[in-house]
């Protein structure tokens, strides 16, 4: 009986791996016929070509991660399936050691494993860490076969990095292999560093969104602290004030003359006071306006004549809206400067 159930999978997955195998075989002719067409123009022709067959919803690429998937699905549905039948078998009998009890949590574990929400990698090496902290948690330390943490390493895989190992086929012994060519790619901290630079470089300066762009200056900065980065350096202090507004400098040339020595550090913690003490003037002005709504709306009805000079409520709701925006911006002014 459990035979034949494990038997069920091979076939299913032996014809979807056939189908993959062969779209792989069509894609690399193709592009290596691509690239040696001699005329630019029948080249370009022809990658265009192989773009519209290759990309989108229906293309090779992703006819290939799902073939993939469908895989790794099967292989993983098998080896749960073979694991509980061999573990039912063995509580039959009641031969069990403390080893294999210890093996039954750890096929308990397996079992929840894929109901949890697993952590997805597309490539970006600034989320490397974050994934492989979070997988390394989940799976990688289980108490768990190699080929089972193979599947799960496929399963969160996209994009570049799926790319990156889809030519090793799904084998017990190449989990090590894969998880160290991974880390290797991505787990670079000079490739991320130079990546969180030219981040903090391309944020661009905006008046009106300045609150958005002072948190992704905070938000790349705090990673490259994690990385081990020394902030505490005019050239870093050069590029933050040049992502700040006019108004905002002012501000903080002021408060540098009361506060020398001046630091990174201490212009970081200024910014994110402004920030703050701009959220709680806007909840703030934002509790005033809907009680002056509320005091509005809940006014008794009374009968008036036509006033063409007069007040409506809904003018009198725009003019506290206007105020508030208004009285926003000059209280942050009075607090900083």
């Not at 009805?301 to 105020?323: H, M």
Request: proline fraction near 3%.
């Amino acid at each position: 009986m459990s035979s034949h159930i494990i038997a069920s999978f091979q076939p299913a997955k032996e014809r979807i791996q056939l189908c993959v195998t062969t779209l792989e075989s069509i894609n690399d002719k193709w592009f290596t016929y691509t690239q040696q067409i001699v005329t630019m123009k029948r080249r370009e022709e022809e990658e265009e070509k192989y773009k519209t067959v290759t990309e989108g919803d229906q293309g090779i690429f992703q006819l290939l991660h799902e073939g993939k998937e469908a895989v790794i699905t099967l292989t993983m549905h098998k080896d749960e399936v073979d694991q509980n039948l061999k573990q039912l078998s063995k509580e039959l009998t009641n031969k069990q050691t403390k080893e294999e009890a210890k093996f039954t949590l750890s096929s308990n574990t397996n079992v929840n494993l894929p109901h949890l929400s697993l952590p997805t990698f597309d490539g970006d090496p600034r989320q490397w860490r974050q994934f492989w902290s979070s997988f390394n948690a989940a799976v990688h330390t289980q108490a768990i076969p190699e080929i089972q943490k193979l599947n799960y390493l496929y399963s969160c895989l996209k994009g570049k990095a799926l790319q990156a190992i889809s030519g090793y086929d799904i084998a017990p012994e190449n989990y090590e292999v894969i998880r160290k060519l991974l880390n290797e790619k991505y787990g670079d901290h000079s490739i991320v560093t130079t990546l969180l630079y030219n981040e903090l470089q391309s944020i661009k300066r905006n008046e009106r969104e300045w609150i958005g762009t002072i948190e992704n200056i905070e938000r790349v900065l705090r990673q490259l602290e994690a990385l081990g980065e020394s902030l505490e350096h005019s050239n870093i202090e050069i590029l933050i004030e040049s992502k700040l507004p006019l108004w905002i400098l002012n501000k903080i040339y002021k408060h540098k003359k009361k506060d020398m020595p001046w630091s990174i550090l201490k212009l970081r913690n200024f910014l994110t006071s402004l920030v703050n003490v701009n959220e709680q003037i806007r909840n703030c002005q934002h509790s005033l306006t809907q009680l002056n709504i509320k005091s509005t709306i809940t006014k008794p009805e009374q009968k008036q004549r036509y006033n063409p000079g007069g007040t409506s409520a809904l003018s009198t709701i725009k003019d506290n809206q206007n105020t508030s925006k208004t009285n926003e911006r000059n209280w942050t002014d009075s607090i900083f400067s």
